[in-house]
């Protein structure tokens, strides 16, 4: 399962872009500091390479076991 923590993430989009599978995308929604996060659009394409997780530099993804 991805977990995206609205309120952490800067709205950056490196998430997007490093995806290989292009799970996530924008959302259309402001987080409490203004920015547009991310939301997990295609979590079934998902190879769990965690490439997101490591490289967001707000520490707001992470990848746990279901």
Same mark, same amino acid.
């Given at each position: 399962?991805?977990?995206?923590?609205?309120?952490?993430?800067?709205?950056? =989009?490196?998430?997007? #872009? &490093?995806? /290989?599978?292009?799970?996530? @995308?924008?959302?259309?929604?402001? =987080?409490?500091?203004? #920015? &547009?996060? /991310?939301?997990?659009?295609? @979590?079934?394409?998902?190879?769990?390479?965690?490439?997101?997780?490591?490289?967001?530099?707000?520490?707001?993804?992470?990848?746990?076991?279901?």
């Amino acid at each position: 399962m991805i977990l995206v923590d609205e309120n952490l993430c800067k709205g950056c =989009n490196i998430c997007i #872009y &490093i995806c /290989p599978t292009r799970v996530l @995308e924008s959302s259309n929604k402001l =987080n409490k500091m203004g #920015y &547009i996060p /991310p939301f997990p659009a295609r @979590e079934d394409k998902c190879v769990r390479c965690r490439l997101c997780e490591l490289i967001c530099p707000d520490l707001a993804i992470r990848l746990v076991e279901e």
